[in-house]
């Protein structure tokens, strides 16, 4: 059956273009160069579900059409990656049900005090609010017939974890937010189909990995194919593209990678 990941969000805190910003990355006609916050939707027969939800959710959920989230992953507590998560209770309501969020112990402890109103039975006063079962990962979970493990990552001094997705014999590394990653988690990334990393921008940056940075990660690595994720307005797609080793690619808002066995090909659209 194979695995389609959809990437609804590609680019770093702020957002590109950025606020206020007139470089020719933020002004480019390029679409591929306009990036919102972010969010990875990931599909798999008829279920599917997101790792998490950026200020950007309701347009990307609008603008793909997307009716059906089983459960939310959240890799950390960054307000790009998380201040969405209200627009969830649309789906309450589609699919008349709770739905659970998963991720790291501390880190949905926190998410769980900044939406402290947000629980599993409807306010008392008949207000709507999210129907959300919190469920602490202490070991990997299905959801969807799609098996996720936490990859503990460093990001600064930010807790902070990727994802590892199987399916129908298929692996798939996700790793948004990251300046290294521990060699524990290495040991977890061995035969990819595919591997997403975060590459800030060409600069050193304390909490993210820049691009020669995350270009060295994948090749150590090796997935069959890489992307990178999570980029500043330094990128600009097409020339970043023409720069990178055979078999990595940068990723962009709206990018649909299938990866399945049988073809042993991970097929792009658009
Ligand atoms: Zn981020
Ligand atoms: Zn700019
Ligand atoms: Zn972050």
């Given at each position: 059956?194979?695995?389609?990941?959809?990437?609804?969000?590609?680019?770093?805190?702020?957002?590109?273009?950025?606020?206020?910003?007139?470089?020719?990355?933020?002004?480019?006609?390029?679409?591929?160069?306009?990036?919102?916050?972010?969010?990875?939707?990931?599909?798999?027969?008829?279920?599917?579900?997101?790792?998490?939800?950026?200020?950007?959710?309701?347009?990307?959920?609008?603008?793909?059409?997307?009716?059906?989230?089983?459960a939310?992953?959240?890799?950390?507590?960054?307000?790009?990656?998380?201040?969405?998560?209200?627009?969830?209770r649309?789906?309450?309501?589609?699919?008349?049900?709770v739905?659970?969020?998963?991720?790291?112990?501390?880190?949905?402890?926190?998410?769980?005090?900044?939406?402290?109103?947000?629980?599993?039975?409807?306010?008392?006063?008949?207000?709507?609010r999210?129907?959300?079962?919190?469920?602490?990962?202490?070991?990997?979970?299905?959801?969807?017939?799609?098996?996720?493990?936490?990859?503990?990552?460093?990001?600064?001094?930010?807790?902070?974890?990727?994802?590892?997705?199987?399916?129908?014999?298929?692996?798939?590394?996700?790793?948004?937010?990251?300046?290294?990653?521990?060699?524990?988690?290495?040991?977890?990334?061995?035969?990819?189909?595919?591997?997403?990393?975060?590459?800030?921008?060409?600069?050193p940056?304390?909490?993210?990995?820049?691009?020669?940075?995350?270009?060295?990660?994948?090749?150590?690595?090796?997935?069959?194919?890489s992307?990178?994720?999570?980029?500043?307005?330094?990128?600009?797609h097409?020339?970043?593209?023409?720069?990178?080793?055979?078999?990595?690619?940068?990723?962009?808002?709206?990018l649909?990678?299938?990866?399945d066995?049988?073809?042993?090909?991970?097929?792009?659209?658009?």
């Amino acid at each position: 059956m194979g695995l389609e990941l959809r990437f609804l969000g590609t680019g770093t805190s702020v957002g590109v273009p950025m606020i206020g910003c007139d470089c020719p990355v933020c002004t480019s006609p390029d679409p591929r160069n306009r990036r919102r916050r972010s969010c990875l939707f990931v599909k798999h027969g008829d279920g599917s579900f997101v790792v998490d939800t950026p200020p950007d959710f309701r347009e990307q959920m609008l603008e793909e059409r997307i009716r059906r989230v089983d459960a939310v992953f959240f890799t950390h507590v960054h307000a790009d990656h998380i201040f969405g998560f209200d627009d969830i209770r649309r789906f309450n309501t589609i699919q008349n049900s709770v739905i659970p969020a998963y991720g790291a112990p501390e880190i949905l402890r926190r998410v769980h005090e900044i939406f402290d109103y947000i629980g599993e039975i409807p306010g008392d006063n008949g207000l709507f609010r999210p129907l959300i079962r919190f469920c602490p990962m202490t070991e990997p979970v299905e959801v969807d017939g799609v098996l996720m493990t936490l990859l503990p990552v460093e990001h600064g001094g930010a807790p902070c974890y990727g994802y590892l997705m199987e399916a129908d014999g298929v692996r798939v590394g996700y790793i948004s937010d990251c300046s290294r990653i521990p060699e524990s988690t290495l040991a977890l990334l061995g035969d990819l189909d595919v591997m997403v990393l975060d590459a800030l921008r060409y600069r050193p940056h304390p909490s993210h990995m820049c691009v020669a940075e995350s270009v060295a990660c994948l090749e150590k690595i090796g997935a069959k194919r890489s992307y990178l994720i999570h980029l500043c307005h330094d990128l600009d797609h097409g020339k970043l593209s023409g720069e990178l080793p055979e078999n990595m690619f940068v990723t962009y808002d709206g990018l649909r990678v299938t990866v399945d066995r049988e073809g042993e090909s991970a097929g792009e659209e658009q």
